[in-house]
């Protein structure tokens, strides 16, 4: 079972990671820079000391340190966390293109991580971005019931087998169908009340956005 201290690590919604990504690629630039203009200082300023310049140097180090580490802490983590194998070759009647087909891979996994995080952290935001419509809503209304409730849900070890078997001549909408299993685990204010290993299928219309796919209808059904 994946460590608990790796799940909310993988389950940082991607927005905000890459946010993290960018202070910390600002942060080392500007450390470099800061590095670069000293050693380009031929000649200490009149009553600096060895110390001063010492500790200058010390405190360049740290910060540099400090944004490598900030950096590599919020990379993603998500790959351990849900493994997702798409199948295009039966979809139609429109053929399913090489850069569509890595985009609705990308997506749909990422829609997955944000839905775990949302049910085990009851995080209505998580769900902004990946989902709409319908699906949307009925995630909304889960994470609100358990809010109420004090429970909260945990996707763990999650696979997917994803298979597109329809995808319009117009490129505007997408089905899939999901064979997935993952660790379902449920808590009642942070106790542990409910874990079992689940097989389910869904049916899922994704439709393309701005610059990425989104999740229209996550339909669990009792078989293809």
Known sequence: MTALTTVHITMIPTSLLTAMNTIAVAMITTVAVTVGSARRRRVPSIGSSI??????????????LLALSFFFFCAPRSNAAVNVDLNVTHAGPRTVESLTERGILRDYRIA??????????NALDALSGPFVATAKESLADTVTSQRRSGLSTRYLNQNHKVEAVYYAP???????????????QILDGGKLIHDEHVVMHYVVLMT???????VRQLQAVPQF
């Open 170 to 184: 117009e490129g505007d909408v997408i089905e899939l169908h999901d064979a997935a299993d993952y660790q379902l």
């Open 112 to 121: 997955w991580i944000s839905l775990a995080h949302a049910l085990e952290f």
């Open 51 to 64: 110390r001063s310049r010492g500790t200058s140097r010390a405190t360049s180090r740290t910060m540099a």
């Open 208 to 214: 393309p956005a701005a610059d990425h796919w989104v």
